[in-house]
């Protein structure tokens, strides 16, 4: 069974580095052609991807945040990682997490989401 | 970016009745398209993909159809537990992968 859970620090500053962690079970990010997404989504707002890691470490960004964020992951321990710098207000939203497969960039898992507030 | 116009931005409908959502991409995305359900308070969960291919679990009243630019999401017999937002998916030219912006659905 798959299953994702995020977690994160609920509120910070504007211009603090945010960092969020997936903590996963069910598959692992060892296995040939898995990954994961993170994913946002402002209150009653869409959704907004960010990134992706795969099982080789390749990792691919949207390009209108990618020099703020940074995408990892720690197989051993089934976690992977997002860190955004330099947030503000805007960065309020709930973050997901995603499980996806090499070749097929749907997501057919999804964590529960953690809420983050960034406000002064 | 592929851009995805997503239509319409609401809809009401009343039990038993059939809806369809439509989503546009600004080029062909060769159905490489997922949508997804996103019941209030809960994360979304993908119901299509590869435009027509219904996930694991998900009631076959649902069903996606499409090609080239022009894609849609069918539901059948509405029930009160469709209640939901739904979002299109592109994945075939990325990064970025790029969603529609949601069409929130209820019941009349």
């Known amino acids: 069974q798959v299953t994702l859970k995020e977690s994160g620090p609920g509120i910070l500053q504007p211009s603090q580095t945010l960092s969020l962690t997936c903590t996963f079970s069910?598959?692992?990010?060892?296995?040939?052609?898995?990954?994961v997404g993170w994913i946002r989504q402002p209150s009653g707002k869409g959704l907004e991807w960010l990134a992706n890691?795969?099982?080789?470490?390749?990792?691919y960004y949207n390009p209108s945040l990618k020099n703020r964020l940074t995408i990892s992951k720690d197989t051993s321990n089934n976690q992977a990682f997002l860190k955004i710098t330099n947030v503000d207000t805007a960065d309020t939203a709930t973050y997901y997490c995603?499980?996806?497969?090499?070749?097929?960039?749907?997501?057919?898992?999804w964590g529960q989401g953690v809420m983050v507030t960034v406000s002064s | 970016d592929i851009q995805m116009t997503q239509s319409p931005a609401s809809l009401s409908a009343s039990l038993g009745e059939t809806v369809t959502i439509e989503c546009r991409a600004s080029?062909?995305?060769?159905?490489?398209l997922a949508w997804y359900q996103q019941k209030p308070g809960n994360s979304p969960q993908l119901l299509i993909y590869?435009?027509?291919s219904l996930a694991d679990g998900v009631p076959s009243r649902f069903s996606g159809s499409g090609s080239g630019t022009q894609y849609s999401l069918k539901i059948n017999s509405l029930q009160s537990e469709d209640v939901a937002s739904y979002f299109c998916?592109?994945?075939?030219?990325?990064?970025?992968?790029?969603f529609g912006s949601g069409t929130k659905l209820e019941i009349k």
């Open positions: 590869d435009a027509n």
């Open positions: 080029e062909d995305i060769y159905s490489n």
């Open positions: 890691i795969w099982w080789d470490d390749d990792k």
């Open positions: 995603a499980l996806s497969y090499y070749g097929y960039n749907y997501f057919d898992y």
């Open positions: 069910g598959f692992s990010l060892s296995t040939y052609g898995m990954g």
């Open positions: 998916q592109q994945y075939n030219n990325y990064p970025p992968l790029t």
